[in-house]
């Protein structure tokens, strides 16, 4: 999901500051008859680009904050555990990639237009959103949950997977693999459960599927 995200805000960066570079430096634009700097409406634009980055780091957002308050309820899982030390130390790491690099937008947008201001400051308060997630929810909030339903892991990403249609669940190289009916796939990585709650981690799932209809592959030795 994160990745995704991602994604995205990539995608919406090439046009704005292709945008910001027009107008900033007051470049020709051929086929409109007119200068970035004199282009109509591109107050709207910015303002629009900007609500693009809002809304899509908004959905970001919303879902972290949402999973880490789940994943707190620790009495409303069959089994709850803190993230691997490993996994909490990348987490920190990309997350404060993250920040800074949408820092560094906020600030090469608005040293090219003062018009860019809006997405600058779009950028700057979900870059500071970010640090804040990280550092209320670092210590204890990151964790994996399983339930009757789903496994629920929820730190910088949240990774929800049904139980309802499994037929297999496998480790390998460091994954663990979720196969259903008509050949979906999902996985996460299994330093997501610290190395001393695994067998904890699989009997608690094991407990909560039919043996006879899901087969646990690999997982008793990891």
């Given at each position: 999901?994160?990745?995704?995200?991602?994604?995205?805000?990539?995608?919406?960066?090439?046009?704005?500051?292709?945008?910001?570079?027009?107008?900033?430096?007051?470049?020709?634009?051929?086929?409109?008859?007119?200068?970035?700097?004199?282009?109509?409406?591109?107050?709207?634009?910015?303002?629009?680009?900007?609500?693009?980055?809002?809304?899509?780091?908004?959905?970001?957002s919303v879902r972290r904050w949402m999973g880490v308050r789940m994943t707190a309820q620790t009495t409303k899982f069959a089994w709850n555990g803190n993230i691997s030390s490993e996994r909490k130390q990348r987490v920190i790491l990309y997350t404060s990639i993250e920040s800074i690099v949408l820092v560094f937008l906020a600030l090469s947008?608005?040293?090219?237009?003062?018009?860019?201001?809006?997405?600058?400051?779009?950028?700057?308060?979900?870059?500071?959103?970010?640090?804040?997630?990280?550092?209320?929810?670092?210590?204890?909030?990151?964790?994996?949950?399983?339930?009757?339903?789903?496994?629920?892991?929820?730190?910088?990403?949240?990774?929800?997977?049904?139980?309802?249609?499994?037929?297999?669940?496998?480790?390998?190289?460091?994954?663990?693999?979720?196969?259903?009916?008509?050949?979906?796939?999902?996985?996460?990585?299994?330093?997501?459960?610290?190395?001393?709650?695994?067998?904890?981690?699989?009997?608690?799932?094991?407990?909560?599927?039919?043996?006879?209809?899901?087969?646990?592959?690999?997982?008793?030795?990891?």
């Open positions: 999901m994160n990745s995704f995200i991602n994604v995205l805000l990539l995608v919406v960066t090439f046009p704005t500051m292709l945008l910001s570079v027009f107008v900033g430096f007051d470049l020709p634009i051929d086929f409109l008859n007119t200068t970035g700097a004199n282009l109509l409406y591109r107050f709207e634009v910015f303002l629009g680009l900007g609500l693009v980055y809002a809304i899509i780091s908004l959905r970001r947008y608005y040293y090219v237009t003062t018009q860019a201001i809006f997405i600058s400051a779009v950028l700057v308060f979900f870059a500071i959103e970010s640090m804040l997630f990280l550092l209320v929810n670092v210590k204890n909030n990151f964790r994996v949950g399983v339930t009757s339903k789903a496994v629920l892991v929820s730190d910088r990403e949240i990774i929800l997977i049904y139980l309802a249609g499994l037929r297999k669940v496998s480790v390998s190289q460091q994954t663990v693999y979720f196969d259903y009916i008509q050949d979906l796939q999902l996985s996460f990585p299994i330093d997501c459960v610290q190395e001393s709650e695994r067998s904890a981690f699989f009997t608690s799932l094991e407990a909560q599927l039919d043996p006879n209809r899901v087969l646990f592959q690999n997982t008793t030795q990891k």
